[in-house]
């Protein structure tokens, strides 16, 4: 019930490609659904955020798209360049101070 | 920009060693967590801290880890008898106000602890 089910592993995509990123949740509770995005040798850094009375948030380039129902929600990069080369965690949380829980990460690659 | 600073980088440490890992969360931030990543793995929670004691814990943090605030900037991790097991990179977050639900966290760049 605490996981974040996180897919692809992994993902090469051409210059200007939209890479997409999916997670499944099953616990309800969460309500809080942020992505962060991992460059080798650094921590995780927040890169957009979602709750569930939205179907979709945009921030640049970076598009969440979130299913309350199927209890789903991805992360679209439209345009990739390979400095969007990193690892994409997405992650979950319950209301109140409760920690967040990261799916195992999407390793993504750009290529030009 | 304020930023979470983790010392040391890079630790090697024998089996069996007590290690201490440093944290400087950022100086208006309330709440304290610490995070480890298996190398390749996802990131896992371990630990919340706020107002000076434990908020929740995961059940990979057992007996043989702690954490101390001891004046008022730095936030430890100490465990007391490392296994093999414990080798991860161990991340330190804060936020200014509880993390998870309403705001922001923010990552150091880890400490890297091999454990032979």
């Known amino acids: 019930q605490q996981q974040v089910k996180q897919s692809p592993q992994s993902l090469i995509v051409q210059k200007g490609g939209i890479p997409i990123i999916n997670c499944a949740y099953e616990?309800?509770?969460?309500?809080?659904f942020p992505w962060y995005q991992q460059f080798p040798g650094k921590g995780p850094a927040l890169l957009i955020a979602?709750?569930?009375?939205?179907s979709e948030k945009k921030e640049g380039r970076f598009t969440i798209s979130f299913n309350k129902s199927a209890k789903q929600f991805s992360l679209h990069i439209m345009d990739s360049q390979p400095g969007d080369s990193a690892t994409y965690f997405c992650?979950?949380?319950?209301?109140?101070?409760?920690?967040?829980?990261f799916g195992k990460g999407t390793r993504l690659s750009v290529i030009a | 920009e304020p930023e979470v600073t983790q010392t040391p980088s890079h630790q090697v440490t024998q089996m069996g060693q007590e290690v201490i890992l440093r944290c400087v969360p950022i100086?208006?931030?309330?709440?304290f967590y610490w995070y480890r990543q298996i190398l390749g793995q996802k990131v896992e929670f371990l630990v919340s801290?706020?107002?000076?004691?434990?908020?929740?814990k995961s059940e990979i943090f057992d007996d043989q880890f702690s954490v101390e605030r001891p004046d008022g900037s730095n936030f430890t991790l100490k465990i007391r008898s490392t296994k093999l097991e414990d080798s991860a990179m161990y991340f330190c977050?804060?936020?200014?106000?509880?993390?998870?639900?309403?705001?922001?966290?923010?990552f150091g760049e880890g400490s890297r602890l091999t454990v032979l």
């Open positions: 977050a804060s936020s200014q106000t509880s993390g998870g639900a309403t705001g922001e966290l923010f």
């Open positions: 616990n309800t509770a969460f309500d809080y």
């Open positions: 979602i709750r569930p009375d939205v």
């Open positions: 992650a979950a949380s319950k209301a109140g101070n409760t920690p967040l829980v």
């Open positions: 100086s208006n931030h309330l709440y």
């Open positions: 801290f706020y107002n000076n004691e434990i908020s929740e």
